[in-house]
């Protein structure tokens, strides 16, 4: 089985501030784990994922992710936001094993708002 | 390269009537899985294909079933529509099962029971 968490249903930002979007995970085998996007009345955008390789991700936009086993975490970050950042994010865990196998489990998601 | 392709855009359909959504994945994908997102439940699974086989399946009642073609192209089917079926139907192709590689999504289905 898994399962993911997102920590915080909105969070809000002042243009130029970090972004930290946080997100815990469970899964009974060695997860994949990946961060989506979704603007208003679009489809999902992969920002970047986590596949067993290192454990810092870089993604697109300027977005990286930490993989901490030993906290069950990946959460989302960026240094500076900017106001084409305000969207809808998704922290996803699948895992190829399993009954889960081939199955994406989403967060809840987090709204983030970006102030100028 | 084309994206995945989800037709048509919107629907409007009646209670009772049923529906097919069409997706056709990145070209050389070949697993296939939708998903329903609606404001209350979120993004839940509803079934994942792979090389015309159903690997996996959501908890969704059997009114929701799919297939899958020979060439990585999906179809979903809704019979009996209920006012709750109202959802953005998404659909999501990668290039092999274990999605290592990551979902590409594709814009999605409205589909509106009134």
């Known amino acids: 089985a898994q399962s993911v968490t997102q920590l915080d249903s909105h969070v809000s930002v002042s243009e130029g501030t970090p972004v930290l979007l946080r997100c815990n995970y469970s899964s009974s085998y060695s997860p994949s784990l990946f961060w989506y996007v979704q603007h208003p009345n679009k489809g999902l955008q992969l920002l970047l994922k986590y596949t067993s390789a290192a454990t810092l991700v870089k993604g697109i936009n300027g977005f990286e992710a930490e993989f901490k086993k030993s906290e069950t975490s990946f959460h989302l970050t960026k240094p500076s936001a900017h106001m084409s950042d305000a969207a809808e994010y998704f922290c996803?865990?699948?895992?190829?094993?399993?009954?889960?196998?081939?199955?994406?489990?989403f967060g809840q998601g987090t709204i983030l708002t970006v102030h100028p | 390269k084309a994206g995945v392709t989800q037709t048509p855009r919107y629907l409007i359909k009646t209670r009772g009537q049923q529906v097919t959504l069409s997706c056709s994945p990145i070209s050389g994908h070949r697993s296939v899985s939708w998903y329903q997102q609606t404001p209350g439940q979120g993004l839940q699974f509803l079934f994942e294909y792979f090389s015309e086989t159903q690997r996996n399946k959501g908890n969704f009642p059997g009114r929701f079933s799919g297939r899958q073609f020979s060439n990585s192209r999906s179809e979903m089917n809704v019979s009996t529509l209920e006012l709750g079926d109202s959802a953005l139907y998404l659909c999501a192709s990668s290039l092999e099962a274990a999605g290592n590689y990551g979902y590409t999504f594709g814009s999605g289905t409205r589909l509106t029971v009134v």
């Open positions: 996803v865990v699948t895992v190829a094993g399993g009954t889960s196998y081939g199955k994406l489990t």
